[in-house]
C-alpha cells in the first residue's frame, strides 16, 4: 500500500474496519481477515454466490450487489447472503411442455405476484425480473429466456419477494424448456457428439492425459481458434 492510498470505513456485519479505497467486496472481507467459505465462487460475476447487501450512513436505502463486482465505499454498512432459503421444484423435464401453463403447474405460487417490483429492485445483474414473471403468466417462455439469461441465481430477488416467491427457479425452469424444445437444433453440435459417441477422440484424449501442464498449455495457446461470425 501506498503513502496516497485512501482508506475508507466500512462495517462488516457491524463490525467497524478500514480498507483501502478500490478494494471490492470481497477483497476488502479477506483484507479483514474474513476466511470465504461460504459467499465466493468464481469471483468474476458469474457464479451468483457472492450476494452482498448494504446500505450507507447517509443513506438508509438497502441496496444489492455481488461481492466480487462491487468495490468498497465510505461508510458502507454490509452483509452477505450466501445462501437464502428457497423452495425449488422436481420434475423431468422430459415430461414438460414449453408453456407458461405448464411452468404454473409446476411453480403455482406465481399467481402470487403482485407486481411490485422489488425483485427487480434487487437484481445485482439489473435484470427486468418482474417483467419475466409476468412473461411466464402470458405464456411466452422466448422472453423469459431474453429477459433472464444473465440471472447467476444469487437469490436477491426471492429474499426481496414480500409474497415469498422465487423468481429465479421460475426463469432456470423456463430456459430449460427453451433450451430443450424450442431453440433452434445445432447440426454441428448433433455431428459432435455423434462422432464423440463413435469414439472418434479417445486417441486424442488419451494422448493429452498423458500430456505434462507445460505441454498442455503450449497445445492450448497454439491451437486453431474458429472465426467468430
Ligand atoms: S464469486 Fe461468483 S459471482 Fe461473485
Same mark, same amino acid.
Given at each position: ?14 463490525? =467497524? ?5 478500490? /478494494? $471490492?467486496?470481497? $477483497? ?23 450476494? $452482498? ?45 414449453? $408453456?407458461?401453463?405448464?411452468? /404454473? ?71 430449460? /424448456?427453451?433450451?430443450?424444445? /424450442?431453440?433452434?437444433?445445432?447440426? =454441428? ?41
Amino acid at each position: 500500500m501506498t503513502e496516497q492510498t485512501k482508506i475508507v470505513d466500512i462495517y462488516i456485519m457491524g463490525k =467497524h474496519y478500514q480498507v483501502p479505497e478500490g /478494494l $471490492t467486496i470481497m $477483497t476488502a472481507l479477506e483484507y479483514c481477515g474474513y476466511r470465504l467459505v461460504r459467499g465466493c465462487g468464481c469471483r468474476a460475476g458469474f457464479c451468483g454466490a457472492c450476494a $452482498t447487501v448494504y446500505n450507507l450512513k447517509d443513506d438508509p436505502q438497502l441496496k444489492f450487489d455481488l461481492a466480487c463486482q462491487k468495490t468498497v465505499e465510505q461508510d458502507m454498512y454490509l452483509a452477505q447472503i450466501p445462501f437464502f432459503p428457497a423452495a425449488k421444484a422436481t420434475y423431468d423435464i422430459e415430461k414438460l411442455e414449453p $408453456t407458461g401453463e405448464q411452468v /404454473l403447474a409446476v411453480y403455482p405460487l406465481i399467481e402470487k405476484c403482485f407486481g411490485c417490483n422489488t425483485c427487480t429492485k434487487a437484481c445485482p445483474q439489473e435484470l427486468e425480473v418482474m417483467w419475466y414473471m409476468s412473461d411466464i403468466l402470458r405464456g411466452d417462455i422466448p422472453e423469459v429466456m431474453n429477459k433472464s439469461f444473465d440471472c447467476v441465481m444469487c437469490g436477491l430477488c426471492a429474499a426481496r419477494c414480500p409474497q415469498g416467491l422465487v423468481p429465479y427457479n421460475y426463469a432456470l425452469l423456463s430456459r430449460r /424448456l427453451y433450451g430443450k424444445y /424450442l431453440a433452434p437444433r445445432s447440426k =454441428h453440435l448433433e455431428d459432435r457428439i455423434a462422432e464423440i459417441n463413435a469414439n472418434k477422440f479417445d486417441a486424442d484424449i488419451e494422448k493429452l492425459k498423458k500430456m505434462d501442464k507445460k505441454e498442455i498449455q503450449k497445445k492450448y495457446q497454439t491451437r486453431d481458434i474458429e472465426a467468430a461470425y
